[in-house]
């Protein structure tokens, strides 16, 4: 028995030891963080929210327009709208959609879903009433949270969702008297609340009176219960729910706080900016639930494109952390009076979404002193994956290493085989917080899997011999706007539908302010469609970010031998035409 047990120990050594040879970015770790995470013994998103709300009960948790909720009232608050949600039938496992920006409201309803035992369905409010009906229909959501602002939406999508109720919030939701007077200049003075109307519609602040007054529901949640349905185009084609369960989520929370605990000074009390709206999976793990895990406050920002609103609130706020991608740190290192904002305390400025450039991080560092650390992660994952220190003395240009209790193949894209270190290769992951697979999607999940649970990201990645991951292409034809993300296929779909698009193929490309442009060739059947006309049809039905910059009239598209239209073909002959033109101007 004891030579076995010696044998064990000897076996695990030496598995350990490998590991490690296999895993040289261990060397890189700041002081302090662990190679592995006990992630097993950590609960749910539930018992980290009540632990916080218990341990930081007087401490601010969000703040919006000025007004702070302490973590205290955020736990009533969802404790009341959990009631609320029970009370209408909401049962364990259903789920719940969220419509909103960065308000006060969200939080509060995606924590009262979770007391409540239901899965949230992040919605960007952004969403055509197409967009919509197809995320609504698919997740099978019975109840959907909706700020007024983007309520005509709902309205107009309505006769063709599978609803059971739907529930209207204001930006000054659970603000008091301030949030009452937000809300006049919201409807009378800015008028952003086109005119809508949904019969039977429960207002938030209504429901959250009623479930005041009933009893707490009490529901056991496991870490292997849905937390979140997170809608992304995946690797390919349409919009998918990735599906995120409590454990996959909360790993990731534990992961992140491992990473920036030794960088972190616990005699400050840490502030995040949070311009990134939280229904993205990125904020939502690394400034949401970040923050809720170690006491800080999310400052929420509702509208960043307001640069001017947004240096304002920045001008107020004595912050030490914040998330953002390329094109926001851009903006802000440009705008008027940004040269007037404290940036004394900030400690952390993490980037990720689409690729920082070095222009841009040399103006944020030279405005703030903060130097910008990148990071990748996908929805997927929840998100992340890879990160650089938290403050790197220089701006690396590369998304950084593994954190904690993951696992990075670089892999032939053909036959799944391991390249060699410095050599291209598909970037796979394994880990905690990896997704289960799509929602009800067996064959897209059995797509993106290799036999041995390594997730295919669709990202083509380079490692040094140190451990540092560099993005050098995809494989993927996902469209990049400013961290959002655009599936070419749908935005193909929408343009195809137009009686007088004989063929269209689309792809994104450079571009300096958001770092890729969605551009789409159309093969047109009539004289009389036009670049304008093309575009109008898809303002009516897709995102804004969606539509395309340009639109490119050709007489063929360039296809394989069996009819597939080639995207890299027409990416690859733009990118050489623009070079050509460069050379020459």
């Given at each position: ?80 709208f959990s009631a609320w949600l029970r009370a209408q039938g909401i049962e364990k496992g259903d789920r719940v959609a969220l419509m909103m920006p960065n308000i006060l409201a969200y939080p509060i309803a995606m924590f009262g879903a979770h007391l409540a035992g239901a899965a949230v369905v992040n919605i960007n ?461």
């Amino acid at each position: 028995m004891v030579e076995d047990r010696r044998k064990a120990k000897a076996q695990s050594t030496s598995e350990k030891s490998r590991a490690y040879r296999d895993r040289p970015w261990l060397d890189l770790y700041p002081k302090g963080v662990p190679a592995e995470l006990d992630t097993e013994k950590l609960g749910t998103l539930l018992d980290l929210f009540r632990e916080s709300v218990r341990s930081f009960a007087e401490r601010p948790a969000y703040r919006s327009f000025g007004k702070s909720v302490s973590f205290a009232e955020v736990g009533r608050f969802a404790s009341a709208f959990s009631a609320w949600l029970r009370a209408q039938g909401i049962e364990k496992g259903d789920r719940v959609a969220l419509m909103m920006p960065n308000i006060l409201a969200y939080p509060i309803a995606m924590f009262g879903a979770h007391l409540a035992g239901a899965a949230v369905v992040n919605i960007n409010p952004l969403y055509t009433s197409t967009e919509l009906i197809h995320q609504i229909n698919d997740s099978g959501a019975r109840l959907i949270v909706v700020l007024e602002n983007v309520a005509h939406t709902v309205a107009e999508a309505l006769p063709r969702l599978k609803l059971d109720k739907v529930v209207i919030a204001k930006v000054g939701d659970v603000m008091g008297l301030k949030g009452t007077l937000i809300n006049f200049a919201n409807r009378h003075v800015k008028k952003a609340v086109p005119p809508f109307e949904i019969k039977h519609a429960a207002s938030f602040s209504a429901a959250l009176q009623l479930g005041a007054t009933l009893p707490t529901p009490t529901v056991n949640v496991s870490a292997d219960d849905i937390a979140f349905l997170q809608y992304t185009g995946g690797t390919t084609g349409t919009s998918k729910g990735a599906v995120l369960r409590h454990r996959n989520v909360i790993a990731n929370v534990e992961q992140i706080t491992a990473w920036f605990r030794p960088e972190t000074d616990p005699a400050v009390s840490q502030v995040m900016i949070a311009a990134l709206p939280l229904y993205h999976v990125y904020a939502l793990t690394c400034n949401c639930l970040y923050m809720m895990r170690i006491g800080g406050c999310c400052v929420l920002i509702a509208n960043p494109r307001d640069i001017k609103g947004f240096v304002a609130t920045l001008r107020k706020t004595r912050f030490t952390a914040m998330t953002g991608v390329n094109t926001l740190y851009n903006a802000l290192a440009q705008a008027p009076g940004i040269e007037k904002v404290d940036f004394s305390g900030l400690a952390i400025s993490s980037a990720g979404g689409m690729a920082v450039q070095e222009g841009v991080a040399a103006k944020w560092r030279s405005l703030t002193g903060s130097v910008i650390s990148e990071g990748y992660g996908l929805s997927e994952t929840s998100p992340v994956v890879t990160a650089n220190r938290g403050r790197p003395e220089v701006f690396t240009g590369t998304i950084g290493v593994p954190v904690p209790s993951t696992e990075v193949s670089l892999r032939a894209p053909e036959d799944g085989a391991e390249v060699p270190v410095g050599s291209p290769g598909e970037l796979c992951v394994r880990g905690p917080q990896v997704m289960q697979g799509y929602w009800r999607a067996p064959n897209a999940t059995a797509a993106v899997f290799y036999p041995d649970g390594f997730l295919r990201t669709g990202d083509v990645a380079t490692m040094s011999p140190d451990g540092q991951f560099r993005i050098v292409d995809r494989i993927k034809d996902m469209i990049s706007i400013s961290g959002l993300k655009v599936t070419p296929n749908e935005v193909e779909a929408v343009i195809a539908s137009h009686p007088e698009v004989g063929e269209v193929a689309v792809i994104g490309l450079p571009d300096p302010q958001s770092g890729e442009a969605v551009i789409a060739y159309v093969v047109s059947r009539s004289l009389n469609l036009t670049e304008d006309v093309v575009r109008a049809w898809c303002r009516e039905r897709l995102a804004a970010y969606k539509v395309p910059r340009r639109v490119i009239f050709r007489e063929s598209l360039p296809k394989t031998n069996v009819g597939k239209v080639l995207r890299r073909a027409l990416r690859d002959e733009a990118l050489q035409a623009k070079d050509g033109a460069a050379r020459t101007s």
